[in-house]
């Protein structure tokens, strides 16, 4: 890939998020989409036709061996991540990983040794951290506007959602959980971003299974398997705290019997000169001035071009520029080390210290 051409994408996985990925890609003048495939070649060789994308190959290690391809986007289900991830790596392939990085954290850490020999670009498609709101959010936070921050409550509390049921959505073997590693990881991942990613040292939680055996709080993603089975959890809750101090509180769930901030993904960030809030697309800072308590409204712009556009356009400049990632391989290994924790504590009943060795 010389300076001038255009970046080479290999698509794998044509379901509905490689789509969304093709979607963007086609939109950034300097790259290009030339090769696609999925288990199930009929919907790439249907991809291909949509997007115009040149070559189909039945494999992904078919399409790892073309020497045209400079980049992959990963966009297949959770236990497949880490196997395709090294393989893109060792095969000299710059790298845009889906959430979550991995199914457990053993497998994060086998990704990023591989990054680390290859000298290429690993992003994890944490999209949340590109919504406008949430990046005007951080500039304050970077500029000091709400001082040290010292908790975080966050969350994503959905009544009838769970996705797919039967498929490996609902399998622990090929998801790595239910809505924790789901849904949970984007508030995870934000929430830490907002912190500066201070680096958390143990976590308590519990996750509950209470719908999804009974075959209730079925949602519309997915088409369900009834053929299949589940066993991830259907909620979840934790709090986790960080090595300076501050703390995390996380609750997520597929189905509940709740309306809780009407079913839509929420933070509350607390800090000790303001704080902030997120809820469905909005966005509000609070301060206190003169003894006075001081909202400000945050709103996105008119014609916003959409996080995945951002998205896109920061994996191809990192990949240009050699600069890593602002969701590296790093920040998807600390959400695989919580999220795991949190699986251990509920087990156990006791609290979890996270092992950064590897």
């Known amino acids: 890939m010389s300076l001038n051409s255009k970046i080479q994408i290999g698509i794998i996985g044509a379901g509905n ?8 890609i086609k939109q950034m003048p300097e790259a290009a989409i030339t090769a696609v495939t999925d288990v199930y070649l009929p919907l790439a060789e249907a991809r291909a036709k949509e997007h115009g994308i040149p070559h189909v190959y039945s494999s992904y290690e078919q399409l790892l061996e073309d020497p045209n391809v400079d980049a992959v986007i990963i966009a297949v289900p959770n236990e497949m991540h ?14 845009l990983l889906e959430k979550p990085m991995a199914i457990n954290a053993a497998s994060a850490k086998e990704i990023v040794k591989a990054h680390r020999a290859s000298n290429k670009t690993l992003m994890i498609a944490h999209q949340m951290r590109w919504e406008s709101i949430n990046m005007q959010l951080k500039e304050q936070i970077e500029k000091g506007a709400l001082g040290h921050i010292y908790n975080i409550k966050t969350g994503w509390m959905r009544r009838k959602g769970i996705p797919g049921w ?8 090929k998801s790595g959980g239910g809505p924790l590693i789901d849904i949970g990881v984007h508030m995870l991942d934000l929430s830490l971003h907002f912190m500066g990613n201070a680096k958390p040292v143990s976590v308590f939680g519990t996750t509950y299974s209470e719908f999804g055996p009974k075959r209730r709080g079925i949602g519309t993603w997915g088409t369900p398997d009834w053929n299949g089975h589940y066993d991830v959890e259907d909620l979840a809750t934790a709090l986790i705290k960080m090595d300076n101090g501050s703390t995390l509180s996380l609750d997520v769930s597929w189905a509940a019997h709740t309306d809780m901030l ?24 609070f301060a206190e001035i003169y003894d006075r308590t001081a909202d400000v409204e945050l709103t ?3 014609q916003d071009e959409g996080s995945r556009i951002r998205l896109s356009r920061h ?44």
């Open 17 to 24: 998020i490689g789509n969304v990925h093709m979607n963007g």
């Open 166 to 173: 039967g498929t490996w959505f609902t399998q622990m073997s």
């Open 300 to 302: 996105a712009p008119n």
């Open 315 to 358: 994996f191809l400049e990192c990949i240009r520029e050699g600069k890593e990632p602002l969701t590296s391989g790093l920040s998807g290994l600390t959400n695989n080390l919580i999220l795991e924790a949190i699986y251990e504590s509920s087990r156990t009943g006791q609290i979890v210290n996270l092992d950064w060795n590897f």
């Open 262 to 285: 009407d079913n839509q993904p929420y933070i509350y960030v607390m800090g000790t000169e303001g704080g902030a809030s997120l809820r469905g697309g909005k966005g509000k800072l």
């Open 82 to 95: 880490a196997a395709i991830a090294i393989a893109a790596l060792q095969a000299g392939k710059h790298v």
